[in-house]
């Protein structure tokens, strides 16, 4: 209704009097009746893809690669060698982009010469049979009475899981692990041990070996007995 007005009036009395008569902004009369096409809108380019008008151009980038690259400069940061230039009396470009064309060719870690060292690799003991790899262990026990403690020795072989010695003590000494040690590698040991295909495999009992200090079980308040245990 009121855009068929102001253009009824607008021959008679103009557009500007039209539309101050209609209560209309006569630019946005202009706006929705204008006969050009409005023109087109290029599609937005983000920042970084934009052409700089103060650029580097190639070669003058390809000028501040090389001279980071030469042996003089090989060993310098990129301040330093930005700094060096300087008092030299050659600017070819400004910190940051020293900076910037590192990080884009991927050179921003360290420039030195750094050593390499490789992986430590974890010690692994592996056995594919009997008596290849032993390992020993101290176990405390309680004993029958207070504050009464015993110390087990126990050898073990990794692939066969059997106790090829042992001893009881009642301290934790080394000279006694070092007997036992030297008298379970004088002893025979098994060679074979039991699997599904042969279940009948034998292993010999590890020999019992008690430390010569150790008190005698009447000692302790122990006796002997050949009954059978209560039910």
Not at 21 to 32: K, P
Not at 84 to 108: K, M, N
Not at 181 to 203: K, L, S, Y
Request: with cysteine; hydrophobic share 40%.
């Amino acid at each position: 209704m009121t855009s068929a007005a102001i253009t009824a009036l607008a021959p008679r009395i103009g557009t500007r009097a039209a539309c101050r008569a209609a209560g209309v902004a006569q630019a946005s009369w202009y706006r929705c009746h204008r006969a050009s096409p409005a023109p087109a809108r290029r599609a937005p380019v983000p920042h970084r893809d934009r052409a700089q008008p103060r650029a580097l151009a190639a070669a003058e980038r390809q000028a501040i690669l090389e001279a980071l690259h030469s042996a003089r400069f090989a060993d310098l940061a990129p301040a330093e060698v930005w700094a060096i230039l300087l008092d030299e009396g050659t600017y070819l470009g400004s910190q940051s982009t020293f900076y910037r064309l590192l990080r884009a060719a991927g050179e921003t870690r360290e420039r030195r010469r750094q050593a390499t060292h490789p992986a430590v690799v974890k010690p692994e003991l592996a056995a594919a049979g009997p008596n290849q790899v032993w390992s020993w262990d101290i176990t405390k026990l309680h004993g029958p009475a207070k504050w009464t403690y015993y110390h087990l020795y126990v050898i073990l072989d990794i692939y066969s899981r059997y106790a090829v010695g042992w001893m009881v003590a009642t301290r934790e000494s080394a000279v006694l692990a070092e007997k036992l040690i030297a008298a379970t590698c004088t002893t025979p040991q098994h060679t074979e041990v039991p699997t599904e295909a042969n279940p009948r495999a034998t292993r010999p009992r590890p020999e019992r070996r008690a430390d010569p200090a150790e008190p005698s079980p009447g000692h302790q308040g122990l006796a002997h007995s050949r009954e059978p245990p209560p039910d």
